[in-house]
């Protein structure tokens, strides 16, 4: 797959700041891809601490980020858990934290999917959360029970959804949300479809059977894809946005990984995993349909055009981002999710609060987002970093 770079500027107002995108240079950027070390699917993740020189316990000091900017240091253990479409990124950043700060240190992610991240942290199994929704009603309960305060979602890594797709000789595909749709509920069945054939004039397409993956556990991905099919084509795919995917039609498999091997080894298979996935295993991605049934593929300044529209609610200290799918320029990708951090906002462990907030500082500024790019995720503005890295700030 490719993903082109043909724009000259990266960033777009999102509120009152703008966001800048990058799904470039996406090498080795899949769950178990990662140059410095694995993550995504169920596995869990650490990066050896490294460096010449530790802080004392219990203090913070300041060291040079791997890009640029400056890492507090603190010294602690501390987990995570959550979602897989950020455990790539966040594998990153422990490694750079860690390597900086010295043995004293020793942090731990599980990209085990959103569902169960959310769950261990309600559980106290896990410091924080990743994922790639909010906190709904009921887990914001539960969380702030778990925190004897506040919990707060904080969107810290946005990035991109590929439809990927394995159909022999076809190399380039348009799907519509209708047509999505109707594949995952079972109503088209074949690649030479006429619904099919009729959005790919001159594609010659086989009478190939098509097996639609999705994935099994509860997942943001599948939450955020769902909802674009939903809220763009509401009549073929009735059921509204679920972390469990509502189709009973397809196939299942584990993690964005396992759906994006598992459409890598089927020929007819169509799946959607986290853009990095699709990269990693070598899948084509298929151009989109919007709102108006316009096709748009996947690409830095469609992907950028259409989070540009995103609105940001702040209240009660979250940072989530809302996305008007009606939004339909030719030039706007509109599959598209951001992954947040769960954590208290008041009644953390007093003895792990400051790497947590240490850590998760890092991840908002400069030298953690700055490496976005590369890694084939969103940036967010400078502005953004600034008022996210308060609210981690903020910790107590």
Not at 76 to 82: A, C, V, Y
Not at 285 to 292: F, K, R, S, V
Not at 331 to 336: I, K, S
Request: with cysteine; glycine share 12%.
């Amino acid at each position: 797959m490719k993903i082109h770079a043909g724009v000259n500027g990266r960033s777009a107002a999102v509120g009152a700041g703008v966001l800048a995108i990058a799904l470039a240079s996406l090498t080795a950027c899949g769950s178990d891809n990662n140059t410095s070390s694995s993550s995504g699917g169920s596995s869990s993740t650490s990066s050896a601490a490294g460096g010449s020189s530790s802080p004392a316990s219990g203090s913070s000091s300041s060291a040079s980020g791997a890009t640029g900017g400056a890492i507090n240091c603190a010294n602690g253990t501390l987990s995570g858990q959550g979602s897989s479409a950020q455990a790539t990124a966040i594998t990153q950043f422990i490694k750079d934290y860690q390597t900086k700060c010295g043995s004293g240190t020793n942090i731990s992610y599980n990209g085990n999917g959103s569902g169960p991240g959310v769950t261990a942290f309600v559980q106290k199994q896990a410091d924080w959360a990743g994922s790639d929704y909010p906190l709904n009603a009921d887990q914001q309960k539960q969380a702030d029970q778990r925190c004897g305060g506040k919990a707060v979602s904080v969107g810290t890594i946005p990035g991109a959804i590929a439809v990927m797709y394995n159909v022999p000789g076809v190399d380039k595909l348009n799907l519509s949300a209708s047509t999505l749709g109707k594949i995952y509920t079972g109503k088209i069945t074949k690649w030479n479809d006429q619904a099919i054939a009729t959005e790919n004039p001159g594609v010659s397409l086989p009478d190939l059977a098509i097996q639609a993956y999705h994935r099994s556990d509860a997942s943001g991905t599948s939450f955020n894809f769902s909802n674009y099919l939903n809220k763009t084509a509401a009549a073929d795919f009735p059921t509204a946005a679920n972390k469990q995917w509502p189709a009973s039609t397809g196939q299942a498999a584990q993690g964005s990984k396992g759906v994006a091997q598992a459409v890598q080894s089927t020929a007819g298979a169509v799946g959607y995993a986290e853009v990095s996935y699709a990269t990693s295993n070598n899948l084509k991605t298929a151009a989109i349909g919007n709102a108006q049934g316009k096709f748009v593929p996947l690409t830095i300044a469609n992907a950028s055009n259409f989070i540009s529209k995103a609105q940001v609610d702040t209240a009660d200290g979250n940072y989530k981002f809302n996305f008007d799918y009606t939004y339909a320029a030719d030039d706007a990708y509109p599959a598209v999710l951001v992954t947040y951090e769960i954590v208290c906002s008041t009644g953390n462990d007093s003895a792990k609060l400051p790497v947590l907030k240490n850590f998760l500082q890092y991840t908002a500024g400069t030298g953690a987002q700055s490496q976005l790019e590369k890694l084939g995720y969103v940036a967010l503005s400078s502005d953004q970093q600034t008022k996210v890295g308060a609210i981690f700030a903020g910790l107590s």
